[in-house]
């Protein structure tokens, strides 16, 4: 079988038609992408010849809409919070309409994950391509920003995700994909799985997750780098701090390995990019999935420059430069035991 890219309606958004985009490899694996949000609809690998879903999703464009977990979007132009809202680009302070208490969450009301975006393929290709373009007139940063995603599916069950930007000044470019695993399937928890995290520090928040610019070497139950059972850690979370859940941001160590891994009986997902930080976040993206504190059926696993960065040296590069296209790559690697 060659590998072959369909597109089947999925609703209707601001009076524009949603796609529902799927890429099939040959062996029957399926990547799905929603041109709304250019989100990141399903991973399917085939366990013991049957379809195995590795996302959490939706089975309707309301609540895609509606969720306040911004299931699989791409969200951006800056992922992320920005402090008070505020930011100095080439001597130029921008004060813009904070979202998030006093702060900037995921580029604001008008970010990538509110846009439908503009989708193209090769029916028998292995690469969906969307596009939107960010006005600076709508979300109030400096420069109409294009920005261009595409989601591949290799032969070997890789998903790589491709950010590309081109601006008409200079702005910040920092999206991502706000995917939420589970490697058994949504109805599972996620506690049994284990998670790997190629870090030996965390990013410092205040109360409102906001960066401090200051880095820590995480204590026994945010150390993930041995690979530890989820629901180990946990334990080892509410025992320590009385919290049940992680939202936390890891500053990635080396590019040579794989910056996550995330895995269960089945198989494994090798998780990489080319930026610095991995955000995870334990959540139930369906709130009425689990009355047990601590049990979960998601794990969010944002790959990106560290978060702020543009208000904390050494945090790295989010400046888009006009002239100077951009692109970031992710890429999400199956691989069955």
């Known amino acids: 079988m060659r590998r072959t890219i369909s597109a089947v309606p999925f609703g209707v958004y601001q009076d524009e038609p949603v796609l529902l985009y799927t890429i099939e490899n040959s062996h029957h694996s399926k990547l799905k992408v929603l041109s709304y949000a250019a989100t990141w609809y399903d991973f399917e690998v085939q366990v013991n010849q049957r379809p195995q879903s590795l996302v959490y999703h939706f089975d309707n464009l309301a609540a895609y809409i509606n969720t306040p977990y911004q299931v699989g979007k791409t969200v951006g132009r800056v992922a992320g919070r920005i402090g008070g809202a505020t930011f100095t680009l080439n001597g130029q302070a921008y004060h813009l309409k904070a979202n998030n208490g006093h702060?900037?969450?995921?580029?604001?009301?008008?970010?990538?994950?509110?846009?439908?975006?503009?989708?193209?393929?090769?029916?028998?290709?292995?690469t969906v391509t969307l596009t939107t373009t960010l006005l600076s007139a709508d979300d109030g940063f400096p420069g109409d920003l294009t920005v261009t995603v595409s989601y591949t599916l290799t032969a070997d069950d890789e998903v790589q995700i491709s950010y590309h930007g081109v601006t008409t000044v200079d702005t910040l470019f920092n999206p991502t994909c706000h995917v939420y695993f589970n490697l058994d399937g949504q109805a599972?928890?996620?506690?049994?799985?284990?998670?790997?995290?190629?870090?030996?520090?965390?990013?410092?928040?205040?109360?409102?997750?906001?960066?401090?610019?200051?880095?820590?070497?995480?204590?026994?139950?945010?150390?993930?780098?041995?690979?530890?059972?989820?629901q180990t850690q946990l334990d080892r979370l509410l025992q320590a701090t009385g919290k049940t859940e992680y939202d936390d941001c890891y500053v990635l160590d080396h590019q040579d390995e794989p910056a996550g891994v995330l895995a269960t009986d089945h198989g494994q997902l090798l998780i990489n990019t080319d930026r610095n930080g991995l955000v995870v976040f334990t959540a139930n993206p369906d709130r009425t999935q689990s009355d047990h504190l601590g049990d979960y059926h998601a794990l969010a696993v944002e790959l990106q420059t560290l978060p702020d960065a543009i208000n904390h040296h050494g945090f790295g590069d989010t400046i888009l430069h006009a002239g100077r296209p951009q692109t970031y790559v992710n890429r999400y690697r199956y691989v069955a035991k």
């Open 103 to 126: 702060q900037l969450l995921h580029g604001g009301d008008h970010g990538l994950q509110t846009h439908n975006f503009k989708g193209c393929f090769d029916p028998h290709g292995d």
């Open 188 to 230: 599972a928890l996620i506690n049994p799985q284990q998670l790997r995290i190629n870090s030996t520090k965390l990013v410092h928040t205040d109360h409102e997750k906001v960066p401090t610019g200051v880095f820590y070497v995480p204590t026994p139950a945010y150390d993930f780098r041995n690979q530890p059972v989820l």
